[in-house]
């Protein structure tokens, strides 16, 4: 089976250029979570989603940052403008709602921006 | 909200020794409780999973960890390290929020076990 799938796994970007991170949860999941990973932070849970709508967007750093679930298979996180303290690696994650449900993650998104 | 406290965040250790990873969470109520890892440049992993049963769980890689319910804790140990187990390890919890009914999990800041040769 497939699992999470994220694109692209690395973006290089110039500060001010809008960045679009895409996510292809597990088939069946109905809940999908985007974190972001850096030495700093640790894990930080940015926004998450249930049935394509979102539940809680207050780890969402700024403004700056937007998501979107417009299905069941695929979900955006857009940063516009990007800054270079965005750099970081993004996860997204999937599961079948419901206390106990495991996450499965994607490989990451590998963030530089200059 | 749950918090999850992992109290180590660096474990170095010597290949075939023993190795305990200690989690501790605070939550009055019944959680479920993981330990995921992260190989450098991959996601994370579920290693294993607490849902109910047995307080001892065994998962991959030869890992194993048990749930004390009334320490709050749910340390992650194994007998013999390899080189290869260097990574980094998570506990998360769920409970009984509106966000864990959703599959919103807790995690910990996390452990870095560097297995030495």
């Known amino acids: 089976d497939a699992g999470v799938i994220q694109s692209p796994r690395h973006e290089v970007t110039e500060m001010g250029q809008e960045v679009t991170l895409r996510c292809k949860p597990i088939?069946?999941?109905?809940?999908l979570f985007w974190y972001r990973q850096t030495m700093m932070r640790g894990l930080e849970l940015l926004i998450y989603?249930?049935?394509?709508?979102?539940?809680?967007d207050s780890g969402m750093p700024e403004d700056r940052f937007s998501a979107k679930m417009p299905n069941a298979s695929f979900s955006t996180l857009k940063i516009q403008p990007s800054e270079p303290r965005d750099s970081a690696v993004y996860f997204c994650?999937?599961?079948?709602?419901?206390?106990?449900?495991?996450?499965?993650f994607g490989d990451g998104t590998r963030l530089s921006i200059l | 909200a749950q918090s999850v406290t992992q109290l180590d965040s660096q474990v170095p250790v010597f290949e075939e020794a023993p190795v305990e990873l200690r989690c501790n969470y605070s939550?009055?109520?019944?959680?479920?409780l993981f330990w995921y890892v992260q190989y450098p440049n991959q996601g994370l992993q579920l290693l294993l999973k607490?849902?109910?049963?047995?307080?001892l769980v065994k998962g991959i890689n030869g890992f194993e960890a048990e749930f004390n319910k009334s320490q709050t804790s749910f340390h992650l140990r194994k007998p013999s390290v390899h080189i290869s187990d260097t990574a980094e390890y998570f506990c998360?919890?769920?409970?009984?929020?509106?966000?864990?009914?959703?599959?919103?999990?807790?995690f910990g800041r996390g452990t870095q076990l560097t297995v030495w040769p």
């Open positions: 994650a999937s599961s079948n709602s419901g206390m106990g449900g495991p996450q499965h």
């Open positions: 088939s069946g999941h109905n809940s």
């Open positions: 989603f249930n049935n394509n709508v979102p539940i809680d």
């Open positions: 939550s009055s109520v019944s959680v479920y």
């Open positions: 607490y849902l109910s049963g047995s307080t």
């Open positions: 998360a919890v769920s409970g009984d929020d509106r966000g864990s009914t959703l599959g919103r999990l807790y």
